[in-house]
């Protein structure tokens, strides 16, 4: 018998022991519980492999209690959390353990941690592999966290070779500081408004900083994760170097789907990033490149942070990211639902989730229920520490109405677990 037999609109699932034992469009049979969900679509659980949750150190920014819920409401059953914004940040293996300490306390849903490619990190980075890390984060340019050092490509280089042989893949924020700073003194901004923040960032930025992660990965043997890419040239670098044998694959993010120029002028400080909102020619390209499946997965970059860090006029002097974890996933739903694999299966592929992504016998029951029900967002429904979005006054045609973890309906009280890197993973069974 099963313990659970839950029935959707487009697929019905019989769990057991927290896993798919049958899929299939329609099912029978006897289970302790059996669920008429048929109002409802079953889709996999969001796999988020790029979060901040800020903890510890900055748990007034977020937390891992405050991130996690939300990113359940939002669709979420496993993220990936950034070695920073922590204070101090996960450079070390002492931290990267604190860390798991808390999340395994803290946490509703499943989670792995990324450890951090700096130039203070490449002695630890085999330890930090050790205790499980799910694989390296490196900027290519200064991360807005000052104990969080940006890797020039001598460090990059490095990195990639350590994380080469540990078979861990490096992903990276690819911007190009000195195309950056090169831009700025040829046009120097006149204001600290939006407009001058997100002219001040060029798309060549990008471009420079993935040319040049793209020929180190080549070299090394590294395993390369692009992260947060804005725009559909971007893409074709990757799709490129894959022909080519590099072994490469990019994100993209929600809210360079959602925003264009023009909303982050009108919403202001909410819409603040590094890369920053592209124009809407370039967000609907790069919808067409999800479409086609040439951006392999889609994570969220939330980064909040306190309400004082995103006020005032100078934009410039603001903290840079986007807090959007609840909505995001409804919002690209409601406007497409071809895009489950970037959000799932796509994610537990390429960094190696044995039981995750899949709605088939012998993965983990992590799915969705989702219905046409539209929302508008408001600012009491965010479950985030503050309550901050651009997507504040949007609204989503189709709801998430609950999350299953395991087969068992998410809670505040639920707890996830920690999944470690594929290659230590034996030492955690």
Request: proline share 5%.
């Given at each position: 018998m099963n313990d659970l037999l839950i029935h959707g609109q487009n697929l019905a699932l019989a769990i057991t022991a927290g896993q798919i034992t049958a899929?299939?469009?329609?099912?029978?049979?006897?289970?302790?519980?059996?669920?008429?969900?048929?109002?409802?679509?079953?889709l996999p659980g969001w796999?988020?492999?790029?979060?901040?949750?800020?903890?510890?150190?900055?748990?007034?920014?977020?937390?891992?209690?405050?991130?996690?819920?939300?990113?359940?409401?939002?669709?979420?059953?496993?993220?990936f959390d950034m070695p920073l914004n922590s204070s101090p940040p996960v450079i070390t293996r002492a931290a990267f353990e604190?860390?798991?300490?808390?999340?395994?306390?803290?946490?509703?849903?499943?989670?792995?941690?990324?450890?951090?490619?700096?130039?203070?990190?490449?002695?630890?980075?085999?330890?930090?592999?050790?205790a499980g890390a799910i694989g390296f984060k490196a900027f290519m340019c200064p991360s807005g966290i000052d104990e969080f050092q940006d890797a020039p490509p001598s460090t990059l280089r490095k990195g990639m070779e350590i994380a080469a042989r540990l078979g861990l893949p490096v992903a990276v924020h690819a911007e190009d500081p000195e195309v950056i700073r090169q831009h700025q003194l040829d046009h120097p901004p006149t204001a600290t408004d939006m407009r001058a923040w997100l002219d001040?960032?060029?798309?060549?930025?990008?471009?420079?900083?993935?040319r040049i992660a793209i020929d180190l990965a080549g070299q090394t043997g590294c395993h390369l994760h692009i992260v947060h890419v804005t725009c559909p040239e971007g893409i074709d670098l990757v799709t490129a170097a894959k022909?080519?044998?590099?072994?490469?694959?990019?994100e993209t993010c929600p809210h360079y789907l959602l925003l264009d120029d023009t909303a982050a002028i009108?919403?202001?400080?909410?819409?603040?990033?590094?890369?920053?909102?592209?124009?809407?020619?370039t967000v609907n390209a790069l919808w067409q490149k999800l479409l086609n499946g040439e951006i392999d997965t889609l994570g969220s970059d939330h980064s909040p942070s306190p309400l004082d860090?995103?006020?005032?006029?100078?934009?410039?002097?603001?903290?840079?990211?986007?807090?959007?974890?609840?909505?995001?996933?409804?919002?690209?739903?409601?406007?497409?639902?071809?895009?489950?694999p970037q959000l799932s299966s796509n994610v537990a592929t390429r960094f190696r989730l044995p039981h995750k992504?899949?709605?088939?016998?012998?993965?983990?029951?992590?799915?969705?229920?989702?219905?046409k029900k539209p929302n508008t967002i408001t600012a009491s429904q965010l479950l985030t520490r503050h309550p901050i979005t651009p997507y504040l006054g949007m609204t989503h045609t189709h709801t998430i109405t609950a999350t299953y973890l395991r087969g068992q309906k998410v809670t505040a009280e639920t707890r996830g677990k920690f999944l470690p890197n594929p290659t230590h993973a034996a030492k955690y069974d």
């Open positions: 899929a299939a469009p329609a099912l029978t049979g006897s289970a302790k519980q059996e669920i008429d969900a048929r109002h409802a679509l079953i796999i988020d492999a790029h979060v901040h949750f800020n903890e510890p150190g900055r748990s007034d920014w977020e937390g891992l209690a405050t991130g996690s819920r939300a990113l359940a409401a939002g669709g979420g059953t496993t993220f604190e860390k798991r300490r808390l999340a395994e306390e803290k946490s509703c849903i499943d989670f792995a941690l990324w450890g951090g490619l700096t130039p203070d990190s490449l002695d630890h980075m085999e330890a930090m592999a050790d001040s960032r060029p798309i060549e930025a990008e471009l420079s900083a993935i022909k080519q044998g590099v072994q490469v694959t990019v009108a919403i202001g400080p909410a819409a603040k990033c590094a890369p920053p909102i592209r124009s809407a020619a860090l995103k006020q005032g006029t100078d934009l410039f002097a603001m903290w840079g990211g986007i807090a959007g974890i609840q909505h995001a996933l409804p919002l690209l739903l409601s406007q497409h639902q071809t895009i489950i992504g899949f709605l088939t016998p012998g993965h983990d029951a992590d799915f969705i229920l989702i219905e």
